[in-house]
Every structure is written in structure tokens, then in C-alpha cells.
């Protein structure tokens, strides 16, 4: 396992591209998921995907403290309400603000050893898997913040 670097907002036009399904799960995507978790927990985050480590790949690994989710080609199936609550992102460091995103989200995925799964997630876990999903089509979340609550980027 090793830390990849974290790709910044402003630096990188990677972070604004969409990334493509992953046709085959072999070495190189189990390395990089290995290596995603290393690199999230290293730098105290909650989720990354796999854009903010330079590789235009549909990978996303998300960890609320309770256990590592590890994700494949995530849809979003079903969506269900409406919150708002605040967020950031490692690859926008400092920056905060709110988003509205569905209370409720439905999502399916690979695992990693390819198998089909299916996460249902309320609050927080709707939250950070619209965030990381946005990131595999290029969006970030200061491009849906609520202006006004937008605290730490000039931008
Ligand atoms: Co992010």
C-alpha cells in the first residue's frame, strides 16, 4: 500500500473530468482501492474517489468509522428527501459550506471481488456517497454549495 497524492482544486483539470467505468477488476484497481483507503485515512478524511488521485476510474472508498466501503462503478438507483448539511473535501482543503443533498440514496456498486452489491445509506452515508459519485463526473461540491455558507475558499 502506499499514500497517493491528493490532487487540489485549481491545480489539477482531472478533478473536472468524468471517469470511466472499470472494465476489469485485476491488480492495478485492487492496488489503487489499497491504496485510496491509505491515502483517505492518512489525510483524515471520510471518502475520496479515485479523480483526486489522478486515475479517471469510477472508484470510490468511503469510511464513517464504521468500517471501509469499497465501491466499483457506484449508480445511484434510487434517491428519497432532501438535507442540508455541511461539507468538505480533501482535494479543496479548508473550504466548508452546505449542500443539499437526498436524505436517502440508494446505490449499487462492484466490490472488489466484483461482486454486485447494494448500500443504502440516510444522512451522513447519502452525503458522502452523492459527494464521491459527483467526483467520478467531475463535480465538486463548492460547484453546489449554498453561496452564502461557504467559509475558507475565495473562489
Ligand atoms: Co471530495
Same mark, same amino acid.
Do not use: W
Given at each position: 500500500?502506499?499514500?497517493?497524492?491528493?490532487?487540489?482544486?485549481?491545480?489539477?483539470?482531472?478533478?473536472?473530468?468524468?471517469?470511466?467505468?472499470?472494465?476489469?477488476?485485476?491488480?492495478?484497481?485492487? !492496488? +489503487?482501492? $489499497?491504496?485510496?483507503? /491509505?491515502?483517505?485515512?492518512?489525510?483524515?478524511?471520510?471518502?475520496?474517489?479515485?479523480? %483526486?488521485?489522478?486515475?479517471?476510474?469510477?472508484?470510490v472508498?468511503i !469510511? +464513517?468509522? $464504521?468500517?471501509?466501503l /469499497?465501491l466499483?462503478n457506484p449508480e445511484i438507483l434510487e434517491t428519497?428527501?432532501?438535507? %442540508?448539511?455541511?461539507?468538505?473535501?480533501?482535494?479543496?482543503?479548508?473550504?466548508?459550506?452546505?449542500?443539499?443533498?437526498?436524505?436517502?440514496v440508494k446505490v449499487k456498486a462492484?466490490?472488489?471481488?466484483?461482486?454486485?452489491i447494494e448500500i443504502e445509506g440516510?444522512?451522513?452515508l447519502a452525503?458522502a456517497l452523492c459527494?464521491e459519485i459527483?467526483?467520478?463526473?467531475?463535480?465538486?461540491?463548492?460547484?453546489?454549495?449554498?453561496?452564502?455558507?461557504?467559509?475558507?475558499?475565495?473562489?
Open positions: 500500500m502506499a499514500i497517493r497524492r491528493i490532487l487540489k482544486y485549481g491545480q489539477d483539470d482531472i478533478l473536472h473530468k468524468k471517469s470511466k467505468p472499470v472494465e476489469k477488476i485485476n491488480k492495478r484497481i485492487l !492496488d +489503487l482501492l $489499497d491504496d485510496m483507503a /491509505e491515502t483517505m485515512r492518512s489525510a483524515d478524511g471520510v471518502g475520496l474517489a479515485a479523480p %483526486q488521485v489522478g486515475v479517471l476510474r469510477r472508484v472508498v !469510511d +464513517l468509522g $464504521d468500517g471501509l /469499497e466499483i428519497s428527501g432532501q438535507q %442540508q448539511g455541511p461539507e468538505g473535501c480533501l482535494s479543496i482543503p479548508g473550504a466548508a459550506g452546505e449542500v443539499i443533498r437526498p436524505e436517502r462492484l466490490n472488489r471481488n466484483g461482486e454486485i440516510t444522512d451522513l452525503r459527494h459527483d467526483h467520478l463526473d467531475g463535480i465538486l461540491f463548492i460547484e453546489k454549495v449554498i453561496p452564502d455558507t461557504l467559509e475558507g475558499k475565495d473562489a
